[in-house]
Protein backbone atom coordinates (compact mmCIF):
# COMPACT_ATOMS: atom_id res chain seq x y z
CA UNK A 1 0.00 0.00 0.00
CA UNK A 2 1.39 3.42 -0.59
CA UNK A 3 2.33 5.84 1.80
CA UNK A 4 -0.77 8.30 2.42
CA UNK A 5 1.04 11.41 1.70
CA UNK A 6 2.92 9.49 -1.34
CA UNK A 7 -0.80 8.73 -2.59
CA UNK A 8 -1.84 12.37 -2.30
CA UNK A 9 0.78 13.64 -4.57
CA UNK A 10 0.28 11.56 -7.24
CA UNK A 11 -3.41 12.25 -6.76
CA UNK A 12 -2.29 15.52 -7.72
CA UNK A 13 0.27 15.25 -10.27
CA UNK A 14 -2.92 13.22 -11.96
CA UNK A 15 -5.28 15.75 -11.63
CA UNK A 16 -2.46 18.37 -12.33
CA UNK A 17 -1.29 17.12 -15.41
CA UNK A 18 -4.42 15.30 -16.67
CA UNK A 19 -4.93 15.85 -20.47
CA UNK A 20 -7.83 17.78 -21.94
CA UNK A 21 -10.84 15.90 -23.56
CA UNK A 22 -11.25 17.14 -26.73
CA UNK A 23 -14.71 18.60 -26.22
CA UNK A 24 -12.47 20.68 -23.52
CA UNK A 25 -9.90 21.72 -26.19
CA UNK A 26 -12.55 22.48 -28.52
CA UNK A 27 -13.87 25.07 -26.11
CA UNK A 28 -10.59 26.13 -25.55
CA UNK A 29 -10.05 27.10 -29.14
CA UNK A 30 -12.92 28.86 -29.26
CA UNK A 31 -12.96 31.09 -26.13
CA UNK A 32 -9.18 32.14 -27.69
CA UNK A 33 -10.54 33.48 -31.21
CA UNK A 34 -13.60 34.88 -29.53
CA UNK A 35 -10.65 37.21 -27.90
CA UNK A 36 -8.89 37.03 -30.91
CA UNK A 37 -12.44 38.86 -31.99
CA UNK A 38 -12.27 41.19 -29.88
CA UNK A 39 -9.29 43.03 -31.11
CA UNK A 40 -11.04 42.20 -35.00
CA UNK A 41 -13.78 44.10 -33.83
CA UNK A 42 -11.48 47.42 -33.07
CA UNK A 43 -9.85 47.72 -36.77
CA UNK A 44 -11.35 51.34 -37.23
CA UNK A 45 -12.89 50.87 -40.73
CA UNK A 46 -16.12 50.27 -41.64
CA UNK A 47 -16.73 46.71 -43.14
CA UNK A 48 -13.46 46.05 -42.95
CA UNK A 49 -13.48 45.00 -39.16
CA UNK A 50 -16.08 42.31 -40.50
CA UNK A 51 -13.28 41.23 -43.25
CA UNK A 52 -10.87 41.18 -40.42
CA UNK A 53 -13.52 38.64 -37.85
CA UNK A 54 -14.23 36.58 -40.84
CA UNK A 55 -10.34 36.12 -40.51
CA UNK A 56 -10.59 34.72 -37.05
CA UNK A 57 -13.62 32.73 -37.46
CA UNK A 58 -11.95 30.95 -40.22
CA UNK A 59 -9.07 30.20 -38.52
CA UNK A 60 -11.27 28.73 -35.39
CA UNK A 61 -13.43 26.47 -38.38
CA UNK A 62 -9.48 25.39 -39.55
CA UNK A 63 -8.35 24.23 -35.81
CA UNK A 64 -11.58 22.91 -35.12
CA UNK A 65 -11.67 20.56 -38.25
CA UNK A 66 -7.90 19.51 -37.67
CA UNK A 67 -8.89 18.86 -33.80
CA UNK A 68 -11.78 16.49 -34.91
CA UNK A 69 -9.75 14.75 -37.65
CA UNK A 70 -12.21 16.56 -40.70
CA UNK A 71 -11.00 17.84 -44.14
CA UNK A 72 -10.53 21.91 -44.18
CA UNK A 73 -12.05 23.60 -46.96
CA UNK A 74 -11.65 27.59 -46.78
CA UNK A 75 -13.83 27.76 -49.72
CA UNK A 76 -16.85 25.54 -47.75
CA UNK A 77 -15.74 27.26 -44.26
CA UNK A 78 -16.18 30.72 -45.47
CA UNK A 79 -19.86 29.60 -47.05
CA UNK A 80 -20.91 28.04 -43.89
CA UNK A 81 -19.61 31.50 -42.05
CA UNK A 82 -21.41 34.24 -44.49
CA UNK A 83 -24.67 32.45 -44.30
CA UNK A 84 -24.44 31.94 -40.64
CA UNK A 85 -23.26 34.65 -39.35
CA UNK A 86 -24.34 36.95 -42.17
CA UNK A 87 -27.17 37.43 -40.83
CA UNK A 88 -26.22 39.00 -38.23
CA UNK A 89 -27.35 42.77 -38.85
CA UNK A 90 -26.31 44.02 -35.54
CA UNK A 91 -22.68 43.50 -36.80
CA UNK A 92 -23.13 45.00 -40.07
CA UNK A 93 -25.23 48.16 -37.91
CA UNK A 94 -22.24 48.67 -35.63
CA UNK A 95 -19.72 48.52 -38.08
CA UNK A 96 -21.32 51.36 -40.28
CA UNK A 97 -21.75 53.10 -36.75
CA UNK A 98 -17.99 53.85 -36.88
CA UNK A 99 -18.77 56.46 -39.75
CA UNK A 100 -20.11 58.84 -37.53
CA UNK A 101 -17.66 60.95 -36.47
CA UNK A 102 -15.87 61.53 -33.35
CA UNK A 103 -18.50 59.65 -31.38
CA UNK A 104 -19.36 57.18 -33.79
CA UNK A 105 -15.85 55.62 -33.83
CA UNK A 106 -15.76 54.71 -30.10
CA UNK A 107 -19.24 53.74 -29.89
CA UNK A 108 -19.37 51.26 -32.75
CA UNK A 109 -15.76 49.85 -31.63
CA UNK A 110 -16.97 48.71 -28.52
CA UNK A 111 -19.90 47.52 -30.20
CA UNK A 112 -18.40 45.99 -32.44
CA UNK A 113 -15.82 44.37 -30.54
CA UNK A 114 -18.89 42.46 -28.03
CA UNK A 115 -20.55 41.81 -31.30
CA UNK A 116 -17.48 39.89 -33.19
CA UNK A 117 -16.86 37.50 -30.33
CA UNK A 118 -20.94 36.81 -29.52
CA UNK A 119 -20.50 35.74 -33.20
CA UNK A 120 -17.47 33.49 -32.68
CA UNK A 121 -18.39 31.95 -30.26
CA UNK A 122 -21.98 31.38 -31.76
CA UNK A 123 -19.92 30.00 -34.87
CA UNK A 124 -17.37 27.78 -32.11
CA UNK A 125 -20.46 25.96 -30.45
CA UNK A 126 -22.28 25.23 -33.74
CA UNK A 127 -18.81 23.30 -35.47
CA UNK A 128 -17.99 22.02 -31.95
CA UNK A 129 -21.82 20.13 -31.90
CA UNK A 130 -21.35 19.34 -35.95
CA UNK A 131 -17.99 17.99 -35.88
CA UNK A 132 -18.92 15.67 -32.76
CA UNK A 133 -21.79 14.39 -34.25
CA UNK A 134 -19.27 13.03 -36.87
CA UNK A 135 -20.40 15.95 -39.43
CA UNK A 136 -17.87 17.15 -42.21
CA UNK A 137 -17.46 20.62 -43.64
CA UNK A 138 -19.15 19.44 -47.11
CA UNK A 139 -22.46 18.19 -45.80
CA UNK A 140 -22.85 21.26 -43.05
CA UNK A 141 -26.56 21.87 -42.99
CA UNK A 142 -26.94 25.98 -41.85
CA UNK A 143 -30.25 25.93 -42.21
CA UNK A 144 -30.44 23.47 -39.59
CA UNK A 145 -28.37 24.80 -37.32
CA UNK A 146 -29.41 28.74 -37.54
CA UNK A 147 -31.57 28.64 -34.59
CA UNK A 148 -28.60 27.08 -32.81
CA UNK A 149 -27.08 30.07 -33.93
CA UNK A 150 -29.16 32.19 -33.26
CA UNK A 151 -28.92 31.22 -29.32
CA UNK A 152 -25.61 30.64 -29.02
CA UNK A 153 -24.87 34.38 -30.07
CA UNK A 154 -27.10 35.59 -27.26
CA UNK A 155 -25.22 33.54 -24.91
CA UNK A 156 -22.01 34.78 -26.53
CA UNK A 157 -22.92 38.46 -25.48
CA UNK A 158 -22.93 37.67 -21.79
CA UNK A 159 -19.04 35.45 -22.56
CA UNK A 160 -17.76 38.21 -24.98
CA UNK A 161 -18.54 41.33 -22.43
CA UNK A 162 -17.12 39.41 -19.48
CA UNK A 163 -14.21 38.52 -21.43
CA UNK A 164 -13.53 42.00 -22.89
CA UNK A 165 -14.15 43.62 -19.88
CA UNK A 166 -11.26 41.39 -17.95
CA UNK A 167 -9.06 41.71 -21.60
CA UNK A 168 -9.20 45.50 -21.16
CA UNK A 169 -8.25 44.93 -16.90
CA UNK A 170 -5.29 43.36 -18.06
CA UNK A 171 -3.31 43.99 -21.50
CA UNK A 172 -6.07 46.15 -24.23
CA UNK A 173 -5.11 46.08 -27.70
CA UNK A 174 -5.22 49.47 -29.00
CA UNK A 175 -7.11 50.05 -32.66
CA UNK A 176 -3.95 50.38 -34.12
CA UNK A 177 -2.17 47.33 -33.02
CA UNK A 178 -5.59 45.55 -34.16
CA UNK A 179 -5.26 47.18 -37.87
CA UNK A 180 -1.65 46.40 -37.81
CA UNK A 181 -2.14 42.46 -37.58
CA UNK A 182 -4.91 42.21 -39.76
CA UNK A 183 -3.14 44.67 -42.28
CA UNK A 184 -0.57 42.10 -42.18
CA UNK A 185 -2.30 39.35 -42.46
CA UNK A 186 -4.04 40.49 -45.61
CA UNK A 187 -0.28 40.99 -46.87
CA UNK A 188 0.22 37.51 -46.00
CA UNK A 189 -2.35 36.38 -47.97
CA UNK A 190 -1.09 38.00 -50.99
CA UNK A 191 1.61 36.33 -51.27
CA UNK A 192 0.28 33.09 -50.56
CA UNK A 193 -2.48 33.86 -53.78
CA UNK A 194 0.62 34.91 -55.49
CA UNK A 195 2.41 31.83 -54.71
CA UNK A 196 5.30 33.53 -52.57
CA UNK A 197 4.38 31.40 -49.91
CA UNK A 198 2.50 27.88 -49.37
CA UNK A 199 -0.56 27.72 -47.49
CA UNK A 200 1.13 26.47 -44.23
CA UNK A 201 3.20 28.94 -43.99
CA UNK A 202 0.08 31.35 -44.00
CA UNK A 203 -1.52 29.64 -41.52
CA UNK A 204 1.48 29.41 -39.23
CA UNK A 205 2.25 33.22 -40.01
CA UNK A 206 -1.21 33.71 -39.17
CA UNK A 207 -1.81 32.02 -36.04
CA UNK A 208 1.43 33.69 -34.74
CA UNK A 209 -0.27 37.27 -35.56
CA UNK A 210 -3.51 36.65 -34.16
CA UNK A 211 -1.73 35.45 -30.93
CA UNK A 212 -0.98 39.60 -30.72
CA UNK A 213 -4.53 40.16 -30.31
Do not use: C, W
Not at 169 to 181: L, S
Not at 190 to 202: H, K, P, W, Y
Amino acid sequence: MLDPLLKYAEDTIKNTFKPMSKSEEAQAIVRRHVLFSLGAGLVPIPVLDIAAVTIVQLDMVRQLSLLYGKEYSENNGKAIVSSLAGSTLARLGASFMKGIPLVGSFIGGVSMAVLSGASTYALGQVFVKHFESNGELFNFDTNAFKKMYEDEFEKGKKVASKMQEEKTKTTPVTKEQADDVFSKIEKLNQMRVNGLISDEEFQSQKSKLLERL
